[in-house]
């Protein structure tokens, strides 16, 4: 069973900084895309950032590009996102979310919601004006 722990979300002024971390088990970890969405209060779920399997490719949403970066760990099994100049609409609950295909199946890059078949408890990233 794959299981996803979210740590690093917090309350943090307009222009600050977090890093969210992502520890994941239960498979073989670098042989899956991973992924980062939110849920602001009120909205649907929305994609943030991916990963593939390598860390060779990265993949993001428009209103994060510049700020927001992805990055992994095959040795730890972890997964970050360093989100940087934050902005009050970027508070929302961030979900680690895991590939349901390892990378030799998936033909395109995980990047909708339904192409990952875990998913984290999340984190609350809360940012004050």
């Known amino acids: 069973q794959v299981q996803l722990v979210e740590s690093g979300g917090g309350l943090v002024q307009a222009g600050g900084s977090l890093r969210l971390s992502c520890a994941a088990s239960g498979r073989t970890f670098s042989n899956y895309g991973m992924g980062w969405f939110r849920r602001a209060p009120g909205k649907e779920r929305e994609f943030v950032a991916a990963?593939?399997?390598?860390?060779?490719?990265?993949y993001y949403v428009e209103f994060v590009k510049g700020r927001f970066t992805i990055s992994r760990d095959n040795v730890k099994n972890m997964v970050y996102l360093q989100m940087n100049s934050l902005k009050p609409q970027d508070t929302a609950v961030y979900y680690c979310?895991?590939?349901?295909?390892?990378?030799?199946?998936?033909?395109?890059?995980?990047?909708?919601?339904?192409?990952?078949?875990?998913w984290g408890q999340g984190t609350q990233v809360t940012v004050s004006s």
């Open positions: 990963i593939s399997w390598s860390g060779g490719s990265t």
């Open positions: 979310a895991a590939d349901a295909l390892p990378h030799y199946f998936r033909g395109n890059a995980a990047t909708r919601s339904t192409d990952f078949g875990f």
